[in-house]
């Protein structure tokens, strides 16, 4: 009789999904591996390995390492809500690696992609200069099913979504999306990075692939850059496969920062939600403040798919001052505790304004086109305590 495993928590999973029965040394922690090569013992071994006779994982650090794969296979036990052997992972060296090497590994010329039109500006960037180089065609989108449906065609081959969506913070319809793509024969893949495997389960909802910039709540501590591609363990090996040629791969140091971070991101991640929600609800009440974005807000355009498909809302909130860009930078300089930064999902408080950060490049007039106000803030809110990141926050809008 094989006894059901029962199922395991996300925090339990966090710090030991995927984990060997035994590592080396009997060590607690993976082992940081920090070889480029392994060697073989003698010119057999060498012919059974190329012939696939070989249960031997690693031969040179491009193709894999031992410290990279154990933080996979606990990031794929993770999203995958337990071990399934039909989930895998793979790591990169940067949000930014993984979204162009998967869209490089999928596509090919007269192929055609749906991106919803606020996903991360570097994801659009490399639509604009990349894709149309090779052949390939896209169309950006209002982040609702209506204009997604509508842009289907005969070659679209992936629908591109992110929730929630940065500054905005909105939350598509994505069992809806889901389903219009298994209709249509189509690949879907969300950038969750605002979300976490914490706040929101997109492959349980039938999304084909993940992707998460680790750089921000996974790895947590604003001391590394990376980037994961998790979903149906074919399509990783396929990924996998290209990345051994475009190169962008995770470092083991790298990697080893990671899972040590990602050990505590159910803990950091309760504590985001728990704060930011405060400090929405706060700042929505403030006379000073015209709006406040939030998914957990009442008052957020996207609130029901929110409630739907978040756990909690994550660490972002957005809000514009009544004064416009000029308050927003008063405030910006009075606040003590958030520095001024891009970046968002660590332990540290962060704050930025997008016109003067982000979306600078854009000039007023781009900015217009693409929503972003002058006036908007953007505040990452750390693990700080909440009553003294709300009393800076009071005594910034008293000064301004
Ligand atoms: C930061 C970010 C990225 C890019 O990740 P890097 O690790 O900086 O390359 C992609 N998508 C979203 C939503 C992000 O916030």
Redesign the pocket.
């Known amino acids: 009789m094989t006894a059901r495993k029962p199922p395991l928590g996300p925090s339990t999973l966090s710090v030991h999904g995927g984990e060997p029965p035994v590592r080396a040394g009997r060590s607690i922690t993976e082992p940081l591996v920090l070889a480029s090569t392994y060697p073989f013992a003698d010119t057999a071994e060498l012919h059974a390995f190329m012939q696939g006779e070989l249960d031997r994982p690693e031969e040179y650090g491009r193709y894999g390492n031992p410290t990279v794969a154990a933080v996979e296979a606990r990031l794929a036990a993770l999203e995958a809500g337990g071990a399934d052997p039909a989930v895998a992972a793979v790591l990169m060296s ?6 162009t090497s998967t869209l490089l590994a999928m596509l090919r010329a007269g192929q055609h992609v749906i991106f919803t039109a606020d ?2 500006r ?2 659009r960037v490399f639509a604009r200069t990349y894709l149309s180089k090779f052949g390939v065609e896209f169309d950006f989108v209002e982040p609702n099913l209506g204009a997604i449906e509508a842009a289907v065609r005969e070659q679209t081959k992936i629908i591109f979504t ?1 929730a929630p ?2 500054p905005y913070l909105r939350v598509v319809d994505l069992e809806g999306v889901v389903e219009l793509a298994r209709r249509a024969r189509i690949k879907t893949i969300i ?1 969750a ?2 979300a976490t495997p914490i706040n929101m389960r997109p492959l349980a909802l039938g999304v084909d692939a993940v ?1 998460h ?4 709540y996974l790895g947590g501590h604003n001391d590394l ?3 994961v591609v998790i979903g149906k363990a074919g399509l990783i090996a396929a990924i996998r496969e290209q990345l051994g040629t475009l190169g962008g791969i995770c470092d083991p140091h790298n990697a080893y920062l990671l899972g040590r971070g990602l050990k505590t991101l159910a803990l950091r991640v309760e504590r985001h939600n728990h704060s930011a929600l405060a400090i929405a609800r706060m700042l929505e009440a403030h006379p000073k403040v015209a709006q406040v974005w939030y998914p957990m807000l009442e008052s957020h355009q996207d609130h029901a798919s929110a409630r739907q498909y978040l756990g909690g809302g994550g660490g972002v909130v957005s809000f514009e001052l009544s004064g416009g860009l000029a308050a927003g930078s008063r405030l910006v300089d009075a606040v003590t505790i958030p520095k001024i930064a891009p ?3 660590g332990v540290e408080s962060l704050i930025e304004q997008p016109a003067l950060m982000s979306f600078y490049d854009q000039g007023p007039e781009g900015r217009a086109a693409l929503g972003i106000r002058e006036g908007l803030i953007r505040m990452s809110v750390g693990i700080e305590d909440l009553d003294d990141l709300r009393a800076d926050l009071l005594n910034a809008l008293d000064a301004c």
């Open positions: 940067s949000g930014m690696a993984a979204i996903v991360y570097k994801t992110e969506t940065n950038d990075t605002f992707i910039s680790t750089t921000k850059l990376g980037g970046s968002l999902g």
